[in-house]
DNA sequence: TTATATTTTGCTGATTTATGCAGTTTTTAT
DNA sequence: ATAAAAACTGCATAAATCAGCAAAATATAA
């Protein structure tokens, strides 16, 4: 096999599959490894792959490799956009925390009127920028992991509201320092939510439903 | 499994999810947890994710504060050490909002064990980034203006405690300009707090005084 | 064609990298 | 305060890489 063949093939191989083995190239086309790595070598040389130890990653590969920190970051937004077209003006909205509510509430229109209630610290000083949406915080014990307020108060209160529309984040864990959480609490103020408004919306992200 | 490729999972995964464990990387990679402890500190490195104890975070949603704006922050601080050493262990504390309620609450050692209630959002944020320190929020409607909450339920809830100490910030009153709707209810809730502790410390920087 | 020059390939041994393991220290949770 | 979990350290091992060299293949010129 010449060796322009082998590279074409090599080439061929990484796109295909992304990645490819020096092990694996050097069985299937049968020459030794040292000749692999010495066309893995050019090939990189000429911008056509991504050499690493072990074998070689293609160009693409790579390039989804840097931005896939803003990938999930438009996902989430774009779900946000989506969210807030659901809200409508004089709605009493009940929302919890999490990231997704967070960009949720960044997603808000500047006009829109409307009253929002959360138990939520981060999700509060969201709102509170927008100049004409009134936030009623939820009192009770504040959960470190979660950042929203829990316990058997909060539930009560959440009980005497009716709410036009609700939203719950499936990722409302989000913590700084350690990374353990007691999701009972949340789960149950969650609940109440639910059980308190007509509609019910959950914020997520396809790839999260396995 | 590749390195690179390894990472790649890890920070597709770290973004999606904003957290990952190390054991859960450990186990769905199948490789020790030496490694993905030594791949979360390149990343990190890399500046691509944030390493934590246990894990690691998302980048994107980092928060950062700003205190640059804030005027006369020094002096600040310095009032802030002064009535932080006040508390101690095991105590009650009510605090109003403002920035040199934020102040203090920066200034708090890290090894005291106290519960701190308040009607402030942002102060509530500084207080959860304490590890012994519990969190109460007072419950209502929030003013926009003051960033705490206010109303009869707010003041309700606050007669029913009895604290060890008060803090009460100067700044939110504009004295010049006289009271607003706003201001007034904020000034009712302060009432509230000062009845309702045993101790009260006002917290101003001497310009205010007029 | 033959002789010579050039390129390519494979091999050997030294070097580097990647990973896991054991023991110790630090951090976190109870 | 104590126990458990996680992190760090140093080390061992196996795989991958590198450097140089010699054989083999290929190209080139007389």
Redesign the pocket.
Known sequence: ???KE?QAFILHSVNLHNKV???DLSTSI????????????ELSEANKLI??????LSKSFHSSFNNSSVYAIESKKSIAQKAASLIQDGMFVLTSGGTTIIELARALPESLHATFITGSIPAALEYLHHPNIEVIIIGDKLSKSSQITVGAQAIEKIKQIRADICFVGTNAIE?E????D?DWEVVQVKKAMIESSKKVVSLAISEKIN
């Open positions: 096999m010449l060796k082998r083995l020096s092990t049968n020459v030794s490894e040292d000749t692999i790595r010495r066309d893995l070598h050499k690493v130890h072990g074998g070689a913590v320092h350690g990374l353990t007691n």
